[in-house]
């Protein structure tokens, strides 16, 4: 595993990250306890989970996943850093779900229960919330640094002017800043690499992207034939699968897979470990959120970090997938 340091501050993380996205619905706990085993074993120390995983808009299973995260945590919570988001529905009342101080304040004291853990190395906002100030956030999550609950913040699926707006406001009020961006990054997704990654760059934000085999789509093991039924594309994860299916199950997103395909197979390497090397080639990305519903899915997408991308086959990739740059406002 590399190490690096975590942009702007003094700590160390891996540079591979396991999310926990699938914990509690699709993968049951000793199936998860095996996934974190694995990764832990190929020196992963960083953690990401959020209050609403698995997601999918069922309010009877969030939190699971920060639960299973704690169980398996038990007496080595000292080895990892430790992430989890906050601002998805998480109950009924109108106040459940955002990033007003109530909703940050009562958050990080349900995620540290559930953890089974006295603080988070990273708090996260899970989405935007426009309807809440910027300067309530900001705020409330300073409160949350200041009593010793997070160490570090962040912020996930934020566009680049909301997270250049909220660090100018952090830094005019003298408040703790955020050091981290979680966008979805990937082949098919590349929108991110006009404002946000310059920015992070400029701002020193560490990037830690999600979804970098794009559900699943960049393993191969679909097509475009198939009905989206199974992993992130099920019709069991609710809005959840159907988002995703939304996102990527086109046709000339199968086609791009294929190029990208014929491309690894050209370097001898699986098309996950391509897909992975390629976005961790990118000078902004500090780690990269792996995801897995079993343990051996884990093979590919680990052994991306032994695989150094060229700088040839990086830019044919970039040309490949340069239509990816310009966004889609109806996706």
Known sequence: MEFTKFVGT??????????????????????????????????????????????????TTVGRSEVITGRWLRDKRHLF??????????GNAPWDQGSSRKHLLDGIDASLRRLGTDYVDLYQIHMDDPGVPLDEMVEALDTIVRSGKARYIGVSNFLAYRLARALGRQDALGLTRFRSAQPRYNLLFREIERELLPLAHEEDVAVIPFNPLAGGLLTGRYQHSDKPE???FSPELGQFGAMYAARYWHEREFETVAKVSEIAKQQGVSLPALSIAWVLANPAVTSVILGASRPEQLNDSLSAIDFRISAEVKQALDELTNEYRKGDASR
Do not use: C, H, W
Request: hydrophobic share 35%; glycine share 20%; net charge positive.
């Open 10 to 59: 003094g700590l160390t993380v891996s540079r591979m990250v396991m999310g926990t996205g699938t914990f509690g619905k699709q993968t049951e706990e000793s199936k998860a306890f095996r996934i974190l085993d694995k990764a832990a074993e190929a020196g992963v120390n960083f953690l990401d989970t959020a209050d609403i995983y698995p997601g999918g808009g069922d309010l």
């Open 81 to 90: 850093v430790v992430g989890t988001k906050v601002g998805g529905r998480m």
């Open 230 to 232: 199974t992993g992130r």
